[in-house]
């Protein structure tokens, strides 16, 4: 707490002279007490305008040292969120991304023997108004990977650059699969890996012809630019083709095991939504692979890494965030209570608010997390999911308000207006099914409706669309409701204990927290 409050104070000191800190008086905060005070909870709509201040007309909105780039994803609406990311901050992510890569080589130091395979967003995904360059927060990580290693990279940014989703992976694969000895995988998804595992299983006779040809059979879908780049890496590798020619003789289905014999070590979110693909992912690797959490990391917070074999649990950053917390269960029932990290208890659930050194000042992130234990007195976190109004199968982070607006003008452009709508998570089968109850039955096939919200919730949601392009995501499902289901939603809400008065739907959800029988009050499930 020391730590904290220190960092505390001298984020408030350095910006106590932008538009946000003369808002919120930040001349007159001397504690925490003096901060919680004067400084509400927030989620980012609430400081677009001083994000867009400092974007449009280099406005010291939110810090007194400008933006020296910015970490896009998907906002609540159809606007991306562009997180700030000054200098001063960028060397901070470098110091926790060097950290916690210590932490790994002390873990399994052999992961670092051969090539890595890290499989990111790009950093650089465009230019803002400002000329700052906007890209991914896994990206950037990826990049303030410490030079030593990163010079093991298999060298993938062009190809990460390519927006065909199928073409991309087939082509980080082709890459890839050039070097047998892989001993290092990190990506963020553990639904990455099986993707690829899946169109090495699809292409198996083209991507064997390639590697013995020095070609790659998509070339033509590649864009001239990254292929230029990509080209030279693109060579012939006789001896890795006759290697996967036997594998595929003396094995009936390969594995990810059978493609790289050497893996050592895969870096991956383990928690959440991705503990599911993270068994799958088990079954495809040798024994002898080991699987390390990469940490509770977003585009506002790099907020945990891994130091131990404890799965899932990671030391927070606290020399680089304050961090709040607020009982998840208090906080649902409207006690907006926050705590510091010394009032932490184990086994219980926090949503998590931040401040960083950009400019996020008590950022609520609707992530909720869990204390595992403690190292000392350090509270040590483990990702649960995302809060309410937010699901996340894959990385897609989708919104309930997006979903509403997919939903709402789909029934619009078809004549029908809608009385009920349920979206739910389904994260053992990687998609998701939407309920709706019109006013009156539609005489629209649900299939028909369903790929109409999918195209509009990808124009709203970026991540969406990229994992339905990959394919990490399957195809949305859709069934009608019969009259009166969003009634009966409500009597079974009532009945369980909320209050009538206060009921409020929630129209997106995990299929494995509803506990309505909602399949009851279907229509037509075939429709």
């Given at each position: 707490?020391?730590?904290q409050?220190a960092?505390?104070l001298r984020?408030?000191?350095?910006n106590?002279?932008?538009?946000?800190?003369r808002q919120?008086?930040?001349?007159?905060?001397?504690?925490?007490?003096?901060?919680s005070?004067?400084?509400?909870?927030?989620e980012?709509e609430?400081?677009r305008?001083f994000?867009?201040?400092?974007?449009?007309?280099s406005e010291?909105?939110?810090?007194?040292?400008l933006p020296?780039?910015?970490a896009?994803t998907s906002?609540?609406?159809?606007?991306?969120?562009?997180?700030?990311?000054?200098?001063?901050y960028?060397?901070?992510?470098r110091?926790?991304?060097q950290?916690a890569?210590?932490?790994?080589?002390?873990?399994?130091?052999?992961?670092f023997?051969?090539?890595?395979?890290?499989i990111?967003?790009p950093?650089?995904?465009?230019?803002?108004?400002?000329?700052?360059?906007?890209?991914?927060?896994s990206?950037?990580?990826a990049?303030n990977?410490?030079?030593?290693?990163?010079?093991?990279?298999?060298?993938?940014?062009?190809a990460?650059?390519?927006?065909?989703?199928?073409v991309?992976?087939l082509?980080?694969?082709?890459?890839a699969?050039?070097?047998?000895?892989i001993?290092?995988?990190?990506?963020?998804?553990?639904?990455?890996?099986?993707?690829?595992i899946?169109?090495?299983?699809?292409?198996?006779?083209l991507?064997?012809?390639?590697?013995?040809?020095?070609?790659?059979f998509?070339?033509d879908?590649?864009?001239?630019?990254?292929?230029?780049?990509?080209e030279p890496?693109?060579t012939?590798?006789?001896?890795?083709?006759a290697?996967l020619?036997?594998?595929?003789?003396t094995s009936?289905e390969?594995?990810?095991?059978d493609?790289?014999?050497?893996?050592?070590?895969v870096?991956?979110?383990t928690?959440?939504?991705?503990g599911i693909a993270?068994e799958?992912?088990?079954?495809?690797l040798?024994?002898?692979?080991?699987?390390?959490?990469?940490g509770?990391?977003?585009?506002?917070v790099h907020?945990t890494?891994?130091?131990?074999r404890r799965?899932q649990?990671?030391?927070p950053t606290?020399?680089?965030?304050?961090?709040?917390f607020?009982e998840r269960?208090?906080?649902d029932?409207?006690?907006q209570?926050c705590?510091?990290?010394?009032?932490?208890?184990k086994?219980?659930?926090y949503?998590?608010?931040v401040?960083?050194?950009?400019?996020?000042?008590r950022y609520?992130?609707?992530?909720?997390?869990?204390?595992?234990?403690?190292?000392?007195r350090?509270?040590?976190l483990?990702?649960?999911?995302?809060g309410?109004?937010v699901?996340?199968?894959?990385?897609?982070?989708?919104?309930?308000?997006?979903?509403?607006?997919a939903v709402?003008?789909?029934m619009?452009e078809?004549?029908?207006?809608t009385?009920?709508?349920?979206?739910?998570?389904?994260?053992?089968a990687?998609?998701?099914?939407?309920?709706?109850e019109?006013?009156?039955?539609?005489a629209?096939?649900?299939?028909?409706?369903?790929?109409?919200v999918?195209?509009k919730?990808m124009?709203?949601?970026?991540?969406?669309?990229?994992?339905?392009?990959?394919?990490?995501?399957g195809?949305l499902?859709?069934?009608?409701?019969?009259?009166?289901?969003?009634?009966?939603?409500?009597?079974?809400c009532?009945?369980?204990?909320q209050?009538?008065?206060?009921?409020?739907?929630?129209?997106?959800?995990?299929?494995?927290?509803?506990?309505?029988?909602?399949?009851?009050?279907?229509?037509?499930i075939?429709?």
């Amino acid at each position: 707490m020391a730590v904290q409050n220190a960092l505390l104070l001298r984020i408030i000191r350095e910006n106590k002279s932008t538009l946000y800190g003369r808002q919120h008086k930040f001349e007159n905060i001397n504690n925490y007490v003096d901060f919680s005070r004067q400084v509400p909870v927030r989620e980012y709509e609430a400081l677009r305008s001083f994000v867009d201040a400092e974007i449009e007309r280099s406005e010291k909105a939110l810090t007194c040292e400008l933006p020296l780039r910015y970490a896009r994803t998907s906002g609540t609406s159809g606007k991306p969120k562009d997180i700030p990311i000054t200098a001063s901050y960028l060397k901070a992510l470098r110091r926790i991304q060097q950290t916690a890569v210590a932490y790994q080589h002390q873990a399994c130091p052999e992961a670092f023997s051969g090539s890595i395979l890290a499989i990111t967003s790009p950093a650089n995904e465009g230019v803002l108004s400002n000329g700052k360059s906007f890209g991914s927060a896994s990206g950037t990580v990826a990049d303030n990977t410490p030079a030593p290693v990163r010079e093991k990279f298999i060298p993938l940014a062009a190809a990460l650059t390519v927006q065909d989703s199928r073409v991309k992976y087939l082509l980080i694969l082709r890459l890839a699969l050039a070097r047998r000895d892989i001993t290092y995988v990190c990506t963020a998804n553990p639904t990455t890996m099986l993707t690829l595992i899946k169109l090495y299983r699809e292409h198996e006779s083209l991507i064997i012809d390639d590697l013995q040809t020095g070609k790659f059979f998509l070339a033509d879908k590649v864009p001239p630019a990254a292929w230029s780049v990509i080209e030279p890496y693109i060579t012939a590798c006789p001896q890795r083709a006759a290697e996967l020619s036997r594998s595929r003789a003396t094995s009936e289905e390969r594995r990810i095991a059978d493609l790289w014999p050497t893996l050592h070590l895969v870096v991956t979110w383990t928690g959440g939504s991705a503990g599911i693909a993270v068994e799958a992912l088990r079954r495809e690797l040798s024994p002898r692979t080991r699987i390390l959490e990469l940490g509770y990391l977003s585009s506002e917070v790099h907020a945990t890494f891994t130091i131990g074999r404890r799965a899932q649990t990671g030391m927070p950053t606290f020399d680089t965030y304050f961090f709040e917390f607020a009982e998840r269960e208090k906080w649902d029932r409207g006690e907006q209570e926050c705590l510091t990290m010394d009032r932490l208890r184990k086994n219980v659930d926090y949503y998590v608010i931040v401040t960083t050194p950009s400019g996020l000042y008590r950022y609520f992130m609707n992530d909720v997390v869990r204390v595992t234990g403690f190292l000392r007195r350090t509270p040590l976190l483990k990702f649960v999911q995302k809060g309410k109004g937010v699901t996340n199968i894959t990385g897609e982070k989708l919104y309930e308000a997006q979903v509403l607006t997919a939903v709402r003008v789909a029934m619009e452009e078809a004549g029908y207006a809608t009385r009920f709508v349920m979206m739910l998570a389904d994260e053992q089968a990687y998609r998701y099914r939407l309920y709706v109850e019109a006013d009156v039955m539609p005489a629209l096939v649900a299939t028909a409706f369903a790929k109409t919200v999918e195209v509009k919730l990808m124009d709203l949601n970026i991540e969406y669309r990229c994992k339905r392009e990959s394919e990490r995501l399957g195809l949305l499902t859709a069934i009608w409701l019969k009259p009166g289901a969003g009634e009966a939603y409500k009597y079974f809400c009532v009945q369980q204990g909320q209050r009538e008065g206060q009921f409020k739907t929630v129209a997106l959800a995990y299929r494995r927290e509803f506990h309505f029988d909602i399949e009851a009050h279907a229509e037509d499930i075939q429709s």
